[in-house]
């Protein structure tokens, strides 16, 4: 028979269990929430950004000012993110940096993120970014993004082609569709290279739950859906 100094032992490590359980869900819990106020806020900073940009559209051009730099916090929060993700997002609220330059959908799989400047450092911490050298986000040509695949470009696991994105700049919105999904080695850079027309070009790394410094790239292209009577020249930086 077990004796009832044993039974006892046996009750309270069911209950530090259960209530460790329980911390962990509240835990978990507090972060999708933290997350899903922050992506709000980063897309609200937007927004702001393209408001601000009418309004000083409208002002004397001998009037100074630039409002473009605004505190952002962009969406973290979804369960397939990686520790290590949720923690350099959470660092990096602590920085102010400039604006997004527009906002990234694909609604199909669940992707709802600012595009900041630059494909490094707290661009990448906060949400997704336009890799220097490729289109501007408001002219033709083939704009490049790039995410972390254990962040906000992890839903691109599940895309497929024929994909609706879209992406709105402060010049409205456009609509692409995705055309070819391939996985390259690191140096291929001709996924970049220029195009007559609207394109954007997604890249993160691959495999998508590598171990380590995953040793390809993941590449989502798609082709703008046409605009009747819209036509720009292309734009780099």
């Not at 702001?48 to 559209?57: G, H």
């Not at 001998?62 to 990686?82: F, Y």
């Not at 336009?130 to 704009?143: H, K, S």
């Not at 391939?182 to 954007?200: C, F, G, H, M, Y």
Request: hydrophobic share 40%.
């Amino acid at each position: 028979m077990i004796s009832d100094t044993l039974k006892n032992s046996l009750g309270w490590l069911e209950y530090a269990l259960y209530a460790g359980g329980l911390l962990m869900i509240a835990v978990f819990l507090l972060l999708r929430w933290q997350g899903e106020n922050a992506r709000q806020e980063g897309l609200r900073a937007f927004e702001q950004a393209v408001a601000i940009q009418q309004e000083q559209a409208e002002l004397p051009a001998e009037l100074p000012g630039d409002a473009s730099t605004v505190e952002v916090a962009v969406p973290a929060g979804q369960e397939l993110w990686s520790e290590a993700r949720l923690q350099a997002w959470e660092e990096s609220l602590a920085a102010t940096i400039e604006a997004p330059l527009a906002v990234l959908r694909i609604d199909r799989v669940g992707i709802d993120v600012p595009v900041y400047d630059g494909a490094e450092g707290p661009s990448l911490d906060r949400g997704v970014g336009r890799i220097r050298g490729t289109a501007r986000v408001d002219a033709e040509g083939n704009l490049g993004i790039a995410g972390h695949r254990d962040g906000f470009f992890r839903p691109l696991k599940d895309i497929v082609v024929g994909d609706r994105i879209e992406l709105e700049t402060a010049e409205g919105r456009l609509a692409y569709r995705v055309t070819s999904i391939d996985v390259v080695e690191p140096d291929d850079v001709s996924v970049l290279a220029k195009t007559p027309n609207r394109s954007i070009t997604l890249v993160t790394c691959y495999p998508f739950y590598f171990v380590g410094h995953a040793p390809q790239r993941y590449i989502v292209k798609a082709s703008v859906e046409p605009t009747p009577g819209k036509t720009q020249g292309v734009q780099t930086l």
